[in-house]
């Protein structure tokens, strides 16, 4: 597809249930973010690769959390033992590794944890 | 680390006149980049306008354009115009420029556009 693609949109956990949170960035695309946004606030840096490499992941909440880029495409965002809190939609952006080019962002997916 | 803040958590303005949406930011560093985002109720962030730090001129996009003031490190947004479909969440992002240039988002500003 032309864009960045993310899924489910929706995921209904209970709390302690592990979840897969999948982004498929644009092709070409050697940039990719995760984002954590709670309801009416901007998003929060989570972690961020280039290519497989995940250079920065200081934004990861807890141990709980756990991304992957095995092949460089394909991103997963694991959260384990969900809880509470971890209530929020999770935004996927890619971009070219060109400096100051914008980044392209999913429509999300929005988790609640019950 | 980088902040960046909105202080206007909403705002209205009447269909075809104009607003401005503000934005300050804090940082050490020299060179980075600045955006503004558009985030409809789908949730899709749309880039609405970029500003490269090096630049002096301001960014224009049609009816969009920015004030943006280094030494003060501002960056506020103008829509002349005002259409109903620019009612949206509105957040400011900064970039670094270094390796990991990674995006720092202010907390947003509701626009509503009154018909």
């Known amino acids: 597809g032309a864009g960045v693609s993310q899924s489910p949109r929706y995921k209904v956990a209970k709390r302690g249930q592990d979840v897969a949170l999948r982004c498929d960035p644009i092709?070409?695309?050697?940039?990719l973010f995760w984002y954590q946004q709670a309801l009416g606030q901007g998003p929060e840096f989570l972690t961020y690769?280039?290519?497989?490499?995940?250079?920065?992941k200081s934004g990861l909440p807890s141990d709980r959390f756990f991304a992957e880029r095995p092949e460089g495409s394909v991103s997963t965002l694991k959260i384990q033992r969900t809880q509470q809190e971890d209530s929020a939609v999770y935004l996927c952006a890619s971009s070219l590794v060109v400096l100051g080019t914008e980044a392209f962002f999913g429509q999300g997916t929005r988790l609640t944890v019950v | 680390a980088q902040t960046v803040t909105q202080s206007q958590p909403e705002m209205s303005v009447q269909e075809a006149e104009t607003v401005t949406l503000s934005c300050t930011y804090d940082?050490?560093?020299?060179?980075?980049?600045l955006f503004w985002y558009k985030q409809p109720p789908s949730r899709q962030m749309i880039l609405v306008i970029r500003?490269?730090?090096?630049?002096?001129q301001n960014a224009t996009e049609n009816r969009f354009s920015v004030n943006f003031q280094k030494a003060a490190k501002s960056f506020s947004l103008k829509i002349s115009d005002s259409q109903l479909g620019d009612a949206a969440m509105y957040f400011c992002a900064y970039r670094s420029a270094g390796v990991v240039n990674k995006f720092y988002f202010g907390s947003g500003t509701k626009l509503n556009v009154k018909p």
């Open positions: 092709s070409g695309h050697v940039s």
């Open positions: 940082t050490s560093e020299s060179d980075y980049y």
């Open positions: 690769f280039q290519n497989e490499a995940q250079l920065d």
């Open positions: 500003q490269e730090a090096y630049k002096q």
